[in-house]
């Protein structure tokens, strides 16, 4: 008697198992993109958060008469712009009272180059340090009530601080050099770029009218 070769029956229904398994991935991969579908569908489309910047954090004021403009507050973002068009409504500004502690750097160069546009002078009350100071200088005369304070500081970065391709010494070059095109001695520009940046310095109202910061009494 002779035997049967069974291995032909073995592969055979080892290749209906293998398709089978095929197919129930297949109806898996299906379910599972249906599902995807549905949920996509119901997901709720939400749209791109967009920044709003807070509003620049000061306040600029024209005085009665149309001779002066009134700044209090942060130099901030938008200063620049507000005071051109200030100057373009109002002809007749002749000089700028200034109230801050200072602020983006940036926006005191612009509102340097606006003062000097128009030969707008200078003046403060009480109180003006950092990037407020670098804007008095910008004034064609420059001038401070009895108590008024000048404040300035150096430019540094801690060491392991790191801000892109900002270079303080760069950016304290640049103001210097402003300070020196308004007339600034030259050893009180000196002294200026060996300032830390704390404590703030207050030049005594003497130092500050030998120096040229202050012009008049």
Avoid at 120 to 148: D, K
Avoid at 170 to 192: H, T
Wanted: glycine fraction near 6%.
């Amino acid at each position: 008697m002779q035997s049967r070769d069974l291995k032909p029956h073995c592969t055979v229904r080892s290749d209906r198992i293998d398709i089978i398994a095929l197919y129930v991935l297949l109806a898996l991969a299906i379910a599972g993109l249906v599902l995807a579908s549905v949920a996509a569908a119901r997901t709720e489309i939400r749209p791109p958060l967009v920044r709003i910047p807070p509003p620049p954090d000061f306040d600029l004021q024209v005085s009665s008469d149309g001779t002066e403009i009134q700044f209090e507050g942060r130099v901030d973002f938008g200063l620049t712009a507000a005071m051109r068009e200030l100057v373009a409504q109002h002809p007749t500004i002749k000089r700028m009272t200034l109230e801050s502690r200072g602020g983006v750097i940036s926006e005191a160069r612009g509102a340097v180059t606006v003062l000097r546009a128009h030969g707008i002078a200078t003046h403060v009350e009480a109180h003006c340090a950092s990037a407020c100071a670098l804007i008095f200088a910008g004034g064609a005369t420059r001038t401070l009530a009895p108590e008024a304070q000048l404040g300035l500081h150096g430019y540094s970065l801690a060491q392991d601080r790191h801000f892109g391709m900002i270079d303080p010494v760069a950016e304290m070059q640049r103001d210097l050099a402003i300070y020196r095109a308004s007339g600034l001695e030259n050893r009180f520009v000196a002294k200026l770029a060996e300032l830390p940046q704390n404590p703030m310095w207050y030049p005594t109202r003497a130092e500050l009218q030998a120096a040229g910061f202050v012009t008049h009494p």
